[in-house]
């Protein structure tokens, strides 16, 4: 059973373009968490998602920042226009019902 | 707000030497707790959790961790540490099956 997966591990952007990152749960894994991770700090949590429906998302940025989890194929955390505040690591959990959550790799942005 | 605090930011310690990370949280009720490790560049791995029952509980690598009600304390202990522990080491909380609240993370150094 592969773990959680998230591509691209790193990813560039300039300021003004948009960035598109994947997470694809374990498999059986119907709930998805979305991290973010500026340096020297902890985790925050940005947006709860199941299959199809946001459930959670207080953590997220009222603008430019949208996420999904369709029916079929990963969930996409998408920034646009991203400006320099945007670099973090960018991690993505997935669970079961239960709340014991796995975590990917990680993406990390760095916006120029 | 449910709220997580790990007092120390850095703690160096010598191979073979005793370790003990502080935790505290701040919520209502008794939450779900954990411990993740990150080591430099990886994604969290899950070092032990605690939802309910003994309250000493322990994990993978050797560690354990003990929850106490009357402290809102969930530390991590370790016996013995080896180089290989050296890492950043997180204490989060759900209150249920919610997203979780990190800390700030203690980064573990390991001197021969």
């Known amino acids: 059973n592969a773990g959680v997966m998230q591509n691209p591990r790193h990813l560039v952007r300039r300021r003004g373009q948009e960035a598109r990152l994947r997470c694809s749960p374990m498999?059986?894994?119907?709930?998805v968490y979305w991290y973010r991770q500026l340096p020297e700090e902890g985790l925050k949590f940005m947006v709860y998602?199941?299959?199809?429906?946001?459930?959670?998302e207080s953590g997220m940025p009222k603008e430019r920042f949208s996420a999904e989890f369709p029916k079929e194929g990963p969930s996409i955390l998408r920034i646009q226009q991203v400006v320099r505040g945007d670099s973090a690591a960018y991690f993505c959990?997935?669970?079961?019902?239960?709340?014991?959550?796995?975590f990917g790799p990680g993406t990390r942005l760095t916006v120029l | 707000a449910q709220s997580v605090t790990q007092p120390d930011i850095h703690i160096t310690v010598s191979e073979g030497a005793s370790l003990e990370l502080r935790c505290n949280y701040s919520?209502?009720?008794?939450?779900?707790l954990f411990w993740y490790v990150q080591s430099p560049g990886q994604g969290l791995q899950l070092l032990l959790k605690?939802?309910?029952?003994?309250?000493l509980v322990q994990g993978i690598k050797g560690f354990e961790a003990e929850f106490k009600r009357s402290q809102s304390s969930f530390n991590l202990r370790k016996p013995s540490v080896h180089w290989s522990d050296a890492a950043e080491y997180f204490c989060?909380?759900?209150?249920?099956?919610?997203?979780?609240?990190f800390g700030k993370g203690t980064r573990l150094s390991v001197i021969a």
């Open positions: 959990a997935s669970s079961p019902p239960s709340n014991e959550q796995f």
């Open positions: 498999k059986g894994h119907s709930h």
């Open positions: 998602l199941q299959k199809e429906n946001i459930i959670d």
């Open positions: 919520y209502g009720a008794t939450p779900y």
């Open positions: 605690y939802f309910s029952g003994d309250t």
């Open positions: 989060a909380v759900a209150p249920g099956n919610t997203p979780l609240v």
